[in-house]
T-cell receptor, first 112, second 111 residues
Framework: DAGVIQSPRHEVTEMGQEVTLRCKPI?????LFWYRQTMMRGLELLIY????????DSGMPEDRFSAKMPNASFSTLKIQPSEPRDSAVYFC??????????FGPGTRLTVT | GDSVTQMEGPVTLSEEAFLTINCTYT??????LFWYVQYPGEGLQLLLK?????DKGSNKGFEATYRKETTSFHLEKGSVQVSDSAVYFC??????????FGQGTRLTINP
């Protein structure tokens, strides 16, 4: 099992640019989570999906952030336009029938 | 709402020392409790879990006991190693809801 796959692993972009982060959950898992981690705010849940449907997006910071899950094997988190304060590590996690979440390696985003 | 409070870090110990990282929670009902570990440059990994009161989760020499009467789930290890240096997160899950994480405790073990 390849685990949760995220791409890119590192992204450096200029303020105002669009950023798209990608996630492939573990096959067979029906829940997917996007988190953001910073030194100041720790680990924050942004949004999660169950069976490809967004269940709770209350953690999405503002309208510049959007997430989609067009099918069970793929999700995107998009930031448009990006700002320096969006710099963080973004994690995707998936969960099957058990309670355990499996995390991907993260995408380190730097917005200059 | 549900919440998790962890012992503030950072924690620095010498190799072979005894480790305790405190975790207390507030939740309605009977949550499942977890400890996750994050090694440098990696995502979080499940370290251990307990799903009901008095259960003890254990893995890699770490242990934590679900204490309903004190709403606690403290992480312990009898003899830490340099390779245990990481950030440790306590978390709870109540029902079908999302995981609620504590703020994390950074642990550094010196040789």
């Amino acid at each position: 099992d390849a685990g949760v796959i995220q791409s890119p692993r590192h992204e450096v972009t200029e303020m105002g640019q669009e950023v798209t982060l990608r996630c492939k959950p573990i096959s067979g898992h029906n829940s997917l989570f996007w988190y953001r981690q910073t030194m100041m705010r720790g680990l924050e849940l942004l949004i999660y999906f169950n069976n490809n449907v967004p269940i709770d997006d209350s953690g999405m910071p503002e309208d510049r952030f959007s997430a989609k899950m067009p099918n069970a094997s793929f999700s995107t988190l998009k930031i448009q336009p990006s700002e320096p304060r969006d710099s963080a590590v973004y994690f995707c996690a998936s969960r099957g029938e058990t309670t355990e979440q499996y995390f991907g390696p993260g995408t380190r985003l730097t917005v200059t | 709402g549900d919440s998790v409070t962890q012992m503030e870090g950072p924690v620095t110990l010498s190799e072979e020392a005894f480790l305790t990282i405190n975790c207390t929670y507030t939740a309605t009902g009977y949550p499942s409790l977890f400890w996750y570990v994050q090694y440098p440059g990696e995502g979080l990994q499940l370290l251990l879990k307990a799903t009901k009161a008095d259960d003890k989760g254990s893995n890699k020499g770490f242990e934590a006991t679900y204490r309903k009467e004190t709403t606690s789930f403290h992480l312990e290890k009898g003899s830490v190693q340099v390779s245990d240096s990481a950030v440790y997160f306590c978390a709870l899950k109540a029902g079908a809801q999302k995981l609620v994480f504590g703020q994390g405790t950074r642990l550094t073990i010196n040789p």
